[in-house]
């Protein structure tokens, strides 16, 4: 497939506003499902997992290929729920364009905030459909200011809507100047053109005139033609309108009802001609690493140059083993062909190449750049490695992933289930790097965390019911961070005979406090004249592990700087084993005498509730520890925002319920660490 006949979407918006009904449209109408799954029946086929039929929510971005009209959609269904940000901040990373499905009736939700500002920060063109038409309270124009206004961009309709709430009918499309509306007889498929009813018309021709003067005023070339009076082909708005879309100087709308049918085939057209191929947007970033330095290099999309592509998403299929996503961003890989893992240094085998759709597959030869499909046969990529060759030692730029804040116990019910379950957390882990686990070394229990209570619980589950592990869960627990109030040096001598052999080791070290968000950094200032690069090594890998182990509680370290400036190394006696024990000793030593301080994360908190249960769902939340940042009005109540510290938060959905009635919901997504006022108690 012609790179310009390609594109590489995603689907995203906040939980609940229809992505995945929508996705299930756009499969239907281009005849990749033959029937209809509705989520409510836990039948949609982008939620294959068993909990996401469950629980009617989108947990992994099931990626699927699709055809319309000659050209190739490879369409990214990603979380709506705040908890799988990552998954969402991974799609977006490999993607060249994306939908924001925003419901008509709530306009711009919490999550949708969260994703609109991952998309920019990818420099994403998107449009927008506006799907829930046909709910009562549904508001076309009112949610499109409401985009405009909350990330400050400019909105483009392209339709307007014949009737809204439960007199919604169709669209005008203002390009052709027509009625479009959608036979129920057909599940939608068939559309019936209409001319503009006469009641209509006058507000067409200025939703018309507003759409050439958004336009007009983005392009010299119709500008000139708009002013001096002449006519504009429906061909030049569409090239003017694909233009500044992929420069994200406006964002187009359609609407519709995914639900009822209506709109979907409209917004697979948009889809095609105003969001970028894999050439219209900027080459990808790498990093060229080289003996003793790196360069940042443009890798273009162009399937005559070296391979490279990144794994974006990993999947564990019971047959065939680690599933790896990846997006080829230059080059062609061939199913059999040995690749190499950039971030390993390793070599591996790629056994089968497949294109996917949903949860079924077809093989194919090769991936070439700007495609996307799935490699079986990797066995040590991880979610974020670079593949290709040796000869083209380049690093795509990596995804970051948010800390987790939330953890629970798990302890496995017999010895023997102990491995089997050591087995899948190694698999979660790799497909999702939001998710770690450890041994606390006091109490020897396994500690997971995660990203959110419902995140845990969807891998604790998946642990139980995919992999049929037996283990027994505690009750979740915040996740503190430690870090250092100031700055202190300090120097360790190591010296300690083993089997014979003395050991030694002295370091000097500078710990600093870094501002908050920075996260940990290493610097070694001395010149390694005469000291082998395996000692170098150690002492780097001995504080890399004492920042993961904490200082007085065992809990990871954050923005906190280590400085080396100075080591005394002995070629006769001077081992690793002492460098990395010296090195841990020392950082204990410097921190506690920099002011050891623990932090604890702070939530953000959206409420949303009727108007007259404003007063009780703050009250809630003030006597959690939750500061009120601000509150705006929706055609469908209110909407609090809020900070809490996350320890506070346990149990307060029963809480917010009882005192509104059952009327209010919240979501919660991670904001930032601050010190944990009155330290922390042993037990807490």
């Known amino acids: 497939m012609a790179l310009d006949k390609m594109r590489n979407i995603g689907i995203m918006a906040h939980i609940d506003a229809g992505k995945t009904t929508t996705t299930e449209r756009i499969l239907y109408y281009t005849g990749k499902i033959h029937k209809i799954g509705e989520i409510d029946d836990g039948q949609a086929t982008m939620d294959w997992m068993a909990q996401e039929q469950e629980r009617g929510i989108t947990i992994c971005s099931a990626a699927t ?232 290099v443009e890798v273009p999309c162009d399937a005559t140059k070296m391979p490279l592509g990144l794994v974006f998403k990993i999947q564990y299929d019971r047959e065939m083993g680690p599933l790896c996503y990846v997006r080829m961003y230059s080059g062609k890989l061939q199913a059999g062909t040995q690749i190499f893992n950039v971030n390993k240094k390793k070599r591996e085998r790629v056994n089968r190449i497949l294109r996917m759709h949903a949860d079924k597959s077809e093989p194919m030869d090769s991936l070439q750049a700007g495609d996307i499909a799935v490699f079986i046969g990797l066995k040590l990529a991880q979610t974020g490695d670079t593949i290709g060759s040796e000869a083209f030692n380049v690093l795509l730029e990596q995804p970051t992933f948010p800390q987790p804040v939330i953890s629970v116990a798990l302890e496995p019910e017999s010895m023997s289930e102990k491995d089997k379950m050591n087995e899948t957390l190694e698999i979660l882990s790799r497909e999702d790097p939001t998710f770690t686990s450890h041994e606390d070394a006091e109490t020897g229990q396994l500690i997971i965390s995660g990203m959110g209570e419902l995140h845990l619980d969807v891998l604790v589950t998946r642990m139980k019911d995919d992999f049929g592990v037996k283990c027994n869960v505690g009750a979740p627990q915040v996740t503190y961070r430690e870090s250092v109030g100031g700055t202190a040096q300090a120097s360790e001598d190591f010296s300690r005979v083993l089997a014979g052999k003395e050991n030694t080791a002295g370091l000097t070290i500078t710990v600093e406090n870094l501002p908050t968000g920075t996260g940990n950094s290493y610097e070694c200032l001395v010149k390694q004249n005469n000291i082998p690069d395996e000692i170098m090594e150690a002492i780097k890998n001995g504080f890399m592990n004492a920042l993961d182990s904490g200082i007085k509680y065992g809990y990871p370290c954050t923005d906190v700087g280590v400085k080396v400036t100075a080591i005394d190394y002995n070629e006769l006696t001077s081992t690793t084993f002492a460098f990395e024990a010296c090195a841990a000793q020392v950082f204990d030593k410097a921190c506690n005498a920099a002011n050891p301080q623990i932090l604890e994360p702070v939530m953000n908190v959206d409420i949303s509730c009727p108007k007259e249960f404003v007063g009780p769902a703050s009250s809630q939340l003030s006597q959690r520890g939750g500061n009120i940042m601000g509150q705006d009005s929706k055609t469908t109540g209110e909407v609090i925002h809020a900070q809490a510290p996350m320890a506070n938060m346990f149990g307060f959905t029963t809480n917010l319920r009882s005192a509104t009635q059952g009327r209010a919901s919240f979501s919660m997504e991670f904001s930032h660490f601050q010190i944990k006022v009155g330290g922390l108690n042993v037990g807490y």
């Open 65 to 296: 290929t699709t055809y319309w009209k000659n050209y190739q959609i490879n369409i990214i269904d990603t979380p709506g729920h705040v908890d799988f940000t990552a998954e969402v901040e991974r799609s977006l990373r490999v993607l060249d364009g994306a939908v924001a499905v925003i419901c008509a009736v709530d306009g711009v939700q919490p999550q949708t905030e969260t994703v609109w500002k991952q998309a920019d920060e990818f420099s994403v063109p998107r449009l927008c459909f506006m799907n829930k038409m046909d709910r009562i309270g549904a508001d076309f124009f009112g949610s499109m200011d409401d985009v405009a206004e909350k990330f400050g961009v400019q909105t483009l309709a392209l339709q307007i809507p014949i009737g809204q709430g439960q007199d919604f009918e169709g669209v005008i499309d203002l390009l052709k100047m027509k009625e479009l509306r959608w036979s129920a007889d057909d599940e939608g498929e068939t559309i019936i053109e209409s001319e503009i009813d006469a009641s209509r018309i006058d507000q067409a021709n200025e939703w018309k005139e507003k759409l050439i003067d958004t336009v007009a005023s983005s392009d010299d070339e119709l500008a000139e033609i708009y002013l001096e009076g002449g006519e504009i082909t429906v061909e030049q708005l569409k090239a003017a309108i694909r233009k500044a879309t992929i420069q994200r100087i406006f964002v187009p709308f359609v609407m519709g009802s995914a639900r009822h049918n209506q709109g979907v085939q409209p917004l697979i057209d948009a889809i095609i001609d105003y969001l970028p191929c894999p050439t219209d947007v900027p080459a990808a970033k790498g990093i060229k690493i080289k003996k003793d330095e790196s360069e940042e």
